[in-house]
């Protein structure tokens, strides 16, 4: 007779412990009349850092903006955790632990940099708790500290980066979601930013990321999706695409 509380067999807490927090399957999005994405499936376990690559317009934003709500998906599921996001309002799936971090940063260029910060907890209702995440915030990013009072418009291009991820992060997020983060930084700023996504993922926070710099990318992520023409080709680890060049250039099509 078997118990209803009889707990789990070892073999069941490894295989729930093995299952992705972000599962996407079979996903259809347009623009319009305009078919972007096509049948995309893939999925980013908990504590991973997953990078979608491919060449620009392949539709790796777009992915990411139908897992944030910020567009519609006309079929395919989108689960976290178990629970299916797809077509939720965005400050929904924000409350559920999945933040956006969009190209080009978008920062208020005539608002000061905690200014800017504090938006990113416009979800937190107390003051209190409002002040303690900018204060971790500005501990994680030191530089945004010393320019707490500068107009996010007269900050540097990789300062920008920083605040835009700083931003995202006052939401708490078990997910971060970097769209081209490294997207007209020097590459002396490039590697700070990447640096900035190592020591996020070492905290406890699972990423997903969008990034032309195929480099940056396979050099930060263990895992790489390589989106071409709206569609998933092919799913590697990052050290055996980062070891072949030519097995790269296949997927990449040059």
Same mark, same amino acid.
């Not at 009889?6 to 093995?18: F, L, M, N, T, V």
């Not at 209702?125 to 995440?133: L, T, Y």
């Not at 006052?170 to 490294?182: A, F, H, Q, T, V």
């Given at each position: 007779m078997t118990l209803l509380s009889?707990?789990?067999?070892?073999?069941?807490?490894?295989?729930?412990?093995?299952a992705p927090v972000l599962a996407v399957e079979g996903l259809h999005v347009a623009y319009g009349s305009t078919a972007a994405l096509h049948g995309v499936s893939l999925d980013v376990r908990a504590g991973e850092t997953?990078?979608?690559?491919?060449?620009?317009?392949?539709?790796?934003?777009?992915?990411? *903006?139908a897992i944030s709500g910020l567009l519609k998906a006309r079929s395919g599921t989108i689960t976290w955790n178990g629970k299916s996001i797809a077509n939720l309002p965005a400050d929904r799936i924000v409350a559920a632990g999945i933040a956006h971090c969009p190209e080009e940063r978008h920062v208020w260029p005539n608002m000061t940099v905690q200014e800017n910060i504090a938006l990113g907890a416009y979800l937190c209702?107390? *003051?209190?708790?409002?002040? *303690?995440?900018i204060g971790m915030a500005f501990h994680r990013f030191p530089r945004l500290r010393e320019r707490s009072r500068q107009m996010a418009?007269?900050?540097?291009?990789?300062?920008?980066?920083?605040?835009a991820i700083a931003r995202a992060l006052?939401?708490?997020?078990?997910?971060?979601?970097?769209?081209?983060?490294?997207l007209g930084l020097s590459p002396k700023m490039a590697d700070e930013v990447f640096d900035v996504v190592r020591s996020v993922n070492a905290h406890g926070v699972t990423v997903l990321l969008v990034e032309q710099n195929i480099h940056n990318a396979l050099g930060v992520a263990s895992r790489a999706y390589v989106v071409k023409t709206g569609r998933i080709t092919a799913s590697r680890p990052s050290a055996e695409l980062r070891g072949d060049p030519d097995l790269l250039r296949a997927y990449l099509g040059g």
């Open positions: 009889e707990s789990p067999s070892p073999s069941a807490i490894a295989q729930a412990a093995d997953v990078a979608l690559i491919g060449a620009n317009g392949a539709g790796k934003s777009t992915i990411l *903006r209702r107390s *003051r209190e708790e409002v002040q *303690r995440r418009g007269t900050l540097s291009g990789g300062e920008q980066q920083m605040l006052m939401s708490e997020p078990r997910l971060l979601m970097l769209d081209e983060p490294s």
